[in-house]
């Protein structure tokens, strides 16, 4: 499961996971009640439903987890990764930090990865870099994220996205060891 910000670049490392493990790692795509960007596909990056829709996923139990963040929400469709587990892959949760909670308390064994941006000023870049926020939901999320930033500690690692590759490469470390059943210890950019 990764977590972090908004704009921290999680859906990036995600990408690099599956191109270099795509016959085990699985994305778990989150249902959401916000509008697609330009750039976003239909059940390629999110499953947009409507907010009536929403209610039901959650009348009818099937959300892993869910949240509202920034005026939305977006939510884990359990089916599907039921689905993918029985096929014998891992599956990697793209998720918020109210959503890691709740699969921390469903899922105790679940390795949990928060991907946090080398500085706030960083991470506002990033954002307004994307074109797709007005100023007033730029602001909203990066006081999200000083919020987000303060749970950190409650993941089993904290990786620093201040180079994509390295990044990356260190989230891959982290599942391998996993799977082998290792425990990774803390590095400069990988902390318990």
């Known amino acids: 499961m990764i977590a972090g910000p908004s704009g921290v ?23 959401t009640t916000r509008g697609p960007r330009s750039s976003e596909v239909e059940g390629v990056h999110y499953r947009f439903v409507s907010d009536d829709a929403f209610d039901a996923m959650i009348r009818r139990a099937e959300l892993l987890e869910w949240a509202e963040v920034v ?16 096929s ?7 998720i918020d930090v109210q959503g890691a909670r709740q699969i921390r308390d469903l899922v105790p064994d679940a390795v949990l990865i928060f991907v946090a941006p080398p500085s706030l000023e960083e991470l506002e870049r990033r954002l307004r870099a994307r074109g797709t926020e007005s100023e007033e939901r ?3 999320r990066l006081a999200t994220a000083s919020e987000e930033l303060d ?18 490469s260190q989230v891959a470390a982290i599942i391998d060891a996993s799977r082998a059943g290792a425990h990774t210890p803390p590095s400069e950019d990988t902390a318990r």
């Open 71 to 86: 005026g939305h929400r977006s939510g884990t469709p359990r089916r599907e990764v039921d689905a993918m587990l029985a």
């Open 9 to 31: 670049g999680k859906g990036s490392i995600v990408a690099h996971l599956l191109e270099r493990d795509p016959d085990r790692l699985a994305l778990s795509v989150s249902a």
């Open 151 to 168: 749970e950190r500690e409650r993941f089993d690692h904290v990786v620093v996205n201040d180079d994509l590759t390295t990044a990356s």
């Open 138 to 140: 730029i602001a909203l």
């Open 88 to 94: 014998g892959r891992d599956v990697v949760l793209e």
